[in-house]
Structure formats: structure tokens, C-alpha cells
């Protein structure tokens, strides 16, 4: 087939351009469609983690309730080993310690929350972890082991059991002052959760308070705006039987 002389012209360009840059070309678009590859290679093995997950979580949750605790402790250890990736590894690690520490078997639970408290991706699941890893620890007799449990920057939602938990491992220690203004700082951030949560809450804080010799006046329910009104959801999941009731 013959070529005029322009497009004869433009064929010898697009092959000295080839010759130059070919190589180069082919690099990127192989680069490209690998990258592609690879990820939906990923979005599939994180659904297939997910889904055999989801599984072991199931049969998670029918042990617990049977209160099966080896079988607990079996299939909560091959989920932190195999799919320690997912949220379902951390939502196993918080059931089995609750679990554990309702069977009396504190050491067991206390591995269970360090674990989430050091690998947990969701921050909210970190710090239910660290507030019920400082209880385990502070019922163990280590206070010093459980203030450091607390260590690290607290979500504003948690502040108010942070610094109630901080006050019973100063009281533990017998520093009361330091335990004081904890409980102190606690009642002044009640601000923004519901009327029935804050005073259920403030009576709680009185208590300890009294304990240690000092009595002080509730913060003012007023204070909060109708967008204050509903307890940040975190806090709720934060407790035991001193504090909100905590994320299982």
C-alpha cells in the first residue's frame, strides 16, 4: 500500500518514537493493568477474609452463650491468627474477654484487650479495650500497669470514662487528691449526655467523691443544648458496672 509523502512522514515519526519510547509505553500500561489486578485481587481477599470471618464470629457468639470457654478461647485465637485484618477480630476479642472475665479467668481476658487495645483499627474499639484492660489490671492489684494502659490521646467521647477510670486507679493507690480532681474532671464533662445518663452518671462520681471525703455539686443539667442531648454512642460502650454500658 502506497503512503503519500506526509503520511510516509508521520509513519517514520510514530517509529522512531516507538524505537525511543516503547518500551518505556509498554512498561506503564503493563503497570497500569497490573495495578488493576491488584486491586481487585485485594477488594476480593479482604470479602473473602470478611466473609470467613463473619463465620468464625458466629460460632464465636453461640459458644459464648453455651459458655463454652475452650471452645471460646479456640476459635477467638484462630481469628486473631487468621483474620486479625477484619473488624471481626476485634469485635471477638472484646466478646471473649467479657466472656473470660465473667468466667473468672481475668489473664485469659486480660490478653484478649491487650491485643485489641494494641492492634484494634478502629480507634473507639482501642479505647473500650484500654478502659476494660485498666479494670482486668487494676482488679489484678497493678495500677501502675493499668494507668499505663490508659496511655495515648483519649477521642473527646471518652474522656468522661478515661478520667473516672484514671480516679479509681489514683484512689487505688491511695492518692486521693490526684483521684479527686479525676472524678472532679469527669463531672464537669457530663455536659453533653442525656439528663437520665448524667445523673445516673453524676450519682456514680458523688459516690467515689464521698468516698474519698469530698462532696461537690452536681454540674448544671441546663447547660446542655438539645444537640447535646444524646450520649456520644461511643461512651455508652466504655463501661462496666461503674460506667455506660460498653460495646460488645
Same mark, same amino acid.
Given at each position: 500500500m502506497a503512503y503519500d509523502l506526509e503520511e510516509q512522514e508521520k509513519l517514520d515519526e510514530l517509529k522512531d518514537f516507538w524505537n525511543r519510547r516503547g518500551t518505556l509505553v509498554t512498561g506503564v500500561i503493563v503497570a497500569a493493568a497490573l495495578a488493576v489486578l491488584g486491586y481487585r485481587a485485594w477488594n476480593y481477599y479482604q470479602a473473602d477474609q470478611a466473609s470467613k470471618a463473619a463465620v468464625l464470629y458466629a460460632q464465636l457468639e453461640k459458644a459464648i452463650t453455651a459458655k463454652q470457654m475452650p471452645l471460646v478461647r479456640e476459635i477467638t485465637g484462630t481469628m486473631l491468627d487468621r483474620y486479625s *485484618?477484619? *473488624?471481626y477480630a476485634e469485635m471477638a476479642a472484646l466478646a471473649a474477654a467479657r466472656a473470660n472475665i465473667d468466667a473468672g479467668d481475668l489473664k485469659a481476658a486480660e490478653a %484478649? &484487650?491487650?491485643w485489641t487495645a494494641e492492634h484494634a483499627g478502629d480507634p473507639e474499639?482501642?479505647?473500650v479495650a484500654k478502659l476494660r484492660w485498666a479494670s482486668v &489490671? &487494676? #482488679?489484678e492489684g497493678s495500677p501502675e500497669a493499668a494507668s499505663k494502659a490508659l496511655e495515648g490521646d483519649v477521642p473527646p467521647h471518652f474522656e468522661v470514662a478515661v478520667a473516672d477510670r484514671r480516679g479509681d486507679i489514683l484512689a487505688a493507690q491511695n492518692q486521693s487528691e490526684a483521684a479527686r480532681t479525676q472524678y472532679q474532671a469527669a463531672l464537669s464533662k457530663l455536659g453533653g449526655l442525656s439528663s437520665d445518663v448524667r445523673t445516673a452518671y453524676t450519682n456514680v462520681l458523688q459516690l467515689k467523691l464521698d468516698a474519698l471525703g469530698s462532696v461537690v455539686a452536681a454540674p448544671p443539667t441546663a447547660a446542655a443544648s438539645p *444537640? %447535646?442531648?444524646?450520649p456520644p454512642a461511643p461512651? *455508652?460502650?466504655a463501661a #462496666? =458496672? =461503674?460506667?455506660p454500658t460498653e460495646k460488645k
Open positions: *485484618a477484619t *473488624a %484478649q &484487650l491487650k474499639y482501642r479505647w &489490671l &487494676l #482488679d *444537640a %447535646q442531648v444524646t461512651l *455508652a460502650p #462496666d =458496672s =461503674s460506667h
